[in-house]
């Protein structure tokens, strides 16, 4: 039987250890809710595969996309990987060498593809993938305001009409575009290159995956960037896992409706907590707080 001595003293050894447990604790929070935010692409491939009444969305315009996708790729990687990959090879080896320029040529693809076709001819069905996706998941009320539904249409994509408002998934950014020129030397650095690369490149993807909820609450530009800076760390992650499949040649138009999905599940876990915290929509005057609270992270989500 334990005496009370050993009693008395198990508050102070919980006092002595609690210093060196929190740091732990705190680590252990950022690795979870980075592998969360990271997950959500991956969940909308699943998701956008297991509705069938998403399909006509990427077979309408994506379909055509891809093949001139696929040719872009086809004409760099003939014409331009043999030269980029000598040049690298003579600093950095044959292998590490394959790995920076299969990057460095996805990248450059990635830049035709964005500046010529994802903001003009993707951004529309985007729109449709992440409402159809809330309307699935009863968040009718969002909607609503900002868009004609046809309510007694048999499912999601049927109900879609015209938006009453201008409607973006993402915002085109010439800033977006400059970004992934500028860095896209990152991918020479053996090895470390690629996922430096990633990382930056996908923080600013990820921050303005949620473009779109914030509209629709209605939030300010102001109210939008202090919505951003709760969830830096998460936008982050979920940004770096879009960049990567973005980069998958041929698939990456289809990965683009995948990953809008996978936001739009995100955006409906968030509702439904906060609902259910609230007990009414989110609107304006709410934010959706993160469980710990990252620095700021200063970026203008409109540029």
Sequence with gaps: MPSSTDSSNAPSRLAVLRPVI?????????????????????????????????????????????????????????????????????FHGWTGAWISTIFLVLGEGLVIIQGLFEGFFVDEYRVDVFDATLISHGLVDLITPQRVLFLDAHNSVRMLGKPTQRAEYQPWSLIQIVELIVFLPLNLIPFVGPPAFLIITGARVGKLSHYRWYKLRGLTKKEIKKEISLRVWEYT??????????????LSFFFLLSTTAGSALWVVKMEESSRIRIGRPITADDHVPAALEPPVYRDDPEA
Excluded at 25 to 54: N, T
Excluded at 74 to 87: N, R, Y
Excluded at 237 to 249: C, I, K, N, R, S
């Design 22 to 90: 929190q740091p732990f604790r705190g680590l252990a929070s950022y690795v979870v809710r980075a592998l969360r935010s990271a997950a959500y692409p991956l969940q909308g491939i699943w998701y956008f595969l297991s509705h069938p009444e998403l399909y006509p969305l990427f077979a309408g315009r994506i379909i055509p996309l891809s093949i001139i996708s696929f040719l872009v790729y086809t004409v760099l990687f003939v014409f331009t990987f043999p030269i980029q990959f000598a040049f690298v090879a003579l």
């Design 237 to 250: 992650w979920f940004g770096t896992v879009a960049m990567l499949l973005e980069l998958v040649p041929i």
